[in-house]
């Protein structure tokens, strides 16, 4: 793993881009309204739709680096838990998106490529098997989601064994866990949103 200055310059790195691929969008909207060529149309949507797919994917990668330096640094473990269950809620939730956006960019590629997408899409696919397998996830993750970080549970007896299960798994690491399919999934959606997939996408975004 990374360290703290690692982190922060990271972090910074892809603030900025985040800053620019937002402007991006805003110029792709204010297009859409002028353009009257429904192809057109199309095209500027599907050019937005990947920007936005990398932004979603920067946005849960930074979170998760920040949410991993605040576990780091944690004085007590209600902090270091609180982090925790911070990362689980991240997790939770990009699995969710990632799975809508992966159908539609697979409608959107051309037929001859769909294959080539496909087994990207299935390589990443069992790398999150693994994780979800490993961290007892259709179990654990809507529990720890629905009692104490998403909600607040009423009943506080819930709220609190909610920390039972974090402590259940204390031993494995989540964000460093969950970094195994966020970076090649990151690497991907860079490569989609720069026109840059090729025949190495494989190999380079398992090494990125």
Request: proline share 1%; charged share 30%; aromatic share 18%.
């Amino acid at each position: 793993m990374m360290t703290f200055k690692e982190i922060d310059e990271r972090i910074n790195h892809y603030e900025d881009e985040l800053k620019g691929c937002y402007q991006v969008i805003i110029r792709l909207d204010k297009a859409t309204l002028i353009e009257i060529d429904n192809s057109k149309k199309e095209s500027i949507r599907i050019r937005k739709m990947k920007i936005e797919f990398f932004c979603f994917v920067t946005t849960s990668y930074i979170d998760l680096l920040c949410t991993y330096r605040n576990i780091k640094r944690a004085k007590s473990d209600w902090e270091r838990n609180f982090s925790i269950k911070i990362a689980y809620l991240i997790a939770y939730e990009t699995i969710n998106t990632y799975h809508k956006y992966k159908g539609e960019i697979y409608k959107a590629v051309l037929k001859e490529e769909k294959d080539f997408y496909k087994n990207f899409f299935d390589m990443l696919n069992r790398e999150l098997a693994e994780f979800k397998y490993d961290f007892d996830y259709d179990n654990l993750m809507p529990k720890i989601r629905n009692k104490s970080t998403a909600h607040y549970d009423k009943n506080f007896s819930e709220y609190y064994l909610s920390y039972g299960l974090i402590e259940k798994y204390g031993d494995k690491d989540i964000v460093r866990s969950f970094l195994y399919f966020i970076n090649p999934l990151h690497y991907f959606t860079n490569a989609l949103m720069n026109d840059e997939i090729d025949e190495f996408l494989f190999l380079n975004s398992w090494l990125s």
